[in-house]
């Protein structure tokens, strides 16, 4: 029978399990239905997992940062893991060229399975198409997908963010290894009571300044900050540590922010059957709409939807109540970047963050500029470069395409409910038809683009 042996540094005297204490069978190795967060294997901490990532991405408006989450992804499939699936919840029907360069970045071929003989690409990505008229509730999806019980069953690790987080081999890694040391820690019994949380940064760059080869030397105190927690004393004001009961079996190892605002969360199948049945008060499987004033309910009391179902349902301490853990000696590996970039320059300002009328807020211009200067248009774009190279080698192409050879790379599915609100408006009933169209027609040569797919464009760059 494999032990693990836990080290002395995270063991404590009021822990369940002692110094050296061996783990039992079970907490070592994989279940044969992949219910398991192990986290130890030969190629590394994500050797051999499966993992389900949902990604709400509602349009375009954030195109730039999707692209690098789905890349991120890339990353994570190639440091080992036996699959990953992506499943981007959006309004949006993706042009053919589109997908057709993304699949150039994402393919991850190899074999899945511990006994598999033929290389698949592990990496699957799905656009999965929705009504404009979901709004804001479109960040809902992902839980109805979490608790598919086949989803249960088959994957190691759940992740949940929205499309401008930027999610790393290393953030999923730190996750399993610190989410392992707490179930050791406390108990299973005791265990649904934390997770592992994640914070966000973002780089402060100087917010009035374009940085050009003539101001460049003004980023050199650009650092890492995380602007959702900028209050003073840092401890216990922006963090704090866990009550004195938590650190009865954890020890001093762990703590807290008082903003458990994250964008996202990370969970294990265990955790997430766990939270499910948690009390009345939790019910973390359904999907409900966030606490809102009595008397005037679309006024929220604790954040918006999408603060609701990636944190304050979670952590908040009227609802789940699940204490979020932050590692002492591992905190930057759990941190992740915020790829907008551009909350922090909230910070200090009136009616936003720490401009509450205190350290002599500024003011906050809501007005949107109606023109800017945008970048010059001799810059080669991916998108053009990419119709280009297809166009150029088009024959070479074909070639690769074996008879008969299945398209291995992104999905797009139509999941739109065509009911009086897609009625009303006909241009986007249309285009949805016509790129759906086109996708399959992709799909049917084996993923070779068309001379009109290579016209058809997200936007004229």
């Given amino acids: 029978m494999k032990m693990m042996m836990v080290p002395s540094e995270f063991s404590d005297k009021n822990s369940e399990f002692p110094d050296n204490a061996e783990l039992p069978d079970s907490e070592d190795k994989p279940s044969e239905n992949g219910n398991s967060d192990v986290t130890v294997g030969t190629g590394g901490v994500l050797a051999g997992i499966d993992i389900l990532v949902a990604i709400a991405s509602y349009d375009t408006g954030q195109l730039p940062h999707l692209e690098e989450v789905i890349s991120s992804f890339r990353d994570v499939c190639e440091a080992g893991v036996n699959s990953i699936r992506v499943v981007i919840h959006t309004t949006v029907a993706y042009p053919v060229s589109w997908i057709d360069m993304m699949n150039s970045r994402t393919r991850c071929h190899g074999a899945a399975g511990r006994n598999a003989t033929e290389t698949v690409n592990r990496l699957q990505i799905e656009l999965v198409l929705v009504s404009p008229a979901v709004r804001l509730n479109l960040v809902d999806l992902h839980r109805t997908l979490f608790y598919e019980e086949e989803n249960l069953e088959n994957y190691d690790v759940m992740i949940y963010l929205e499309d401008d987080i930027r999610v790393t081999p290393t953030t999923i890694a730190a996750y399993l290894m610190e989410t392992r040391r707490v179930r050791a820690l406390v108990g299973p019994e005791k265990f649904s009571d934390y997770?592992?949380?994640?914070?966000?940064?973002?780089?402060?760059?100087?917010?009035?300044?374009?940085?050009?080869?003539?101001?460049?030397?003004?980023?050199?105190?650009?650092?890492?900050?995380?602007?959702?927690?900028?209050?003073?004393?840092?401890?216990?004001?922006?963090?704090?540590?866990?009550?004195?009961?938590?650190?009865?079996?954890?020890?001093?190892?762990?703590?807290?922010?008082?903003?458990?605002?994250?964008?996202?969360?990370?969970?294990?199948?265990?955790?997430?059957?766990?939270?499910?049945?948690?009390?009345?008060?939790?019910?973390?499987?359904?999907?409900?709409?966030?606490?809102?004033?009595?008397?005037?309910?679309?006024?929220?009391?604790?954040?918006?939807?999408?603060?609701?179902?990636?944190?304050?349902?979670?952590?908040?301490?009227?609802?789940?109540?699940?204490?979020?853990?932050?590692?002492?000696?591992?905190?930057?590996?759990?941190?992740?970047?915020?790829?907008?970039?551009?909350?922090?320059?909230?910070?200090?300002?009136?009616?936003?963050?720490?401009?509450?009328?205190?350290?002599?807020?500024?003011?906050?211009?809501?007005?949107?500029?109606?023109?800017?200067?945008?970048?010059?248009?001799?810059?080669?774009?991916?998108?053009?470069?990419?119709?280009?190279?297809?166009?150029?080698?088009?024959?070479?192409?074909?070639?690769?395409?074996?008879?008969?050879?299945?398209?291995?790379?992104?999905?797009?599915?139509?999941?739109?409910?065509?009911?009086?609100?897609?009625?009303?408006?006909?241009?986007?009933?249309?285009?949805?038809?016509?790129?759906?169209?086109?996708?399959?027609?992709?799909?049917?040569?084996?993923?070779?683009m068309s001379e009109k797919d290579r016209k058809d464009l997200l936007f004229e760059y």
């Fill in 195 to 448: 997770n592992v949380g994640v914070v966000r940064f973002e780089y402060n760059y100087p917010p009035d300044t374009t940085i050009d080869d003539n101001t460049r030397h003004l980023v050199s105190k650009t650092t890492r900050v995380y602007w959702e927690h900028s209050n003073r004393p840092v401890f216990s004001d922006a963090a704090t540590a866990l009550t004195k009961e938590a650190r009865a079996v954890l020890g001093n190892r762990y703590f807290s922010m008082k903003n458990n605002h994250q964008g996202m969360f990370l969970a294990t199948p265990d955790l997430l059957r766990a939270w499910s049945v948690r009390g009345k008060s939790c019910r973390f499987d359904v999907v409900r709409q966030r606490p809102g004033m009595k008397g005037n309910p679309h006024q929220p009391t604790e954040g918006t939807q999408r603060v609701w179902m990636s944190s304050v349902m979670l952590h908040g301490k009227r609802h789940c109540n699940v204490i979020q853990l932050l590692p002492v000696d591992t905190f930057g590996s759990l941190t992740v970047h915020h790829l907008s970039n551009k909350n922090y320059r909230r910070v200090g300002k009136k009616g936003r963050l720490g401009g509450g009328g205190q350290h002599n807020a500024r003011e906050n211009n809501f007005t949107k500029p109606e023109q800017v200067e945008g970048p010059s248009p001799s810059l080669l774009s991916a998108i053009e470069f990419h119709v280009e190279l297809t166009r150029k080698f088009d024959n070479s192409l074909r070639e690769m395409i074996e008879d008969n050879m299945p398209y291995t790379g992104i999905m797009m599915y139509n999941q739109i409910d065509f009911s009086e609100y897609i009625k009303k408006k006909p241009e986007f009933q249309a285009l949805v038809t016509q790129r759906m169209g086109a996708f399959e027609e992709y799909v049917s040569r084996g993923g070779i």
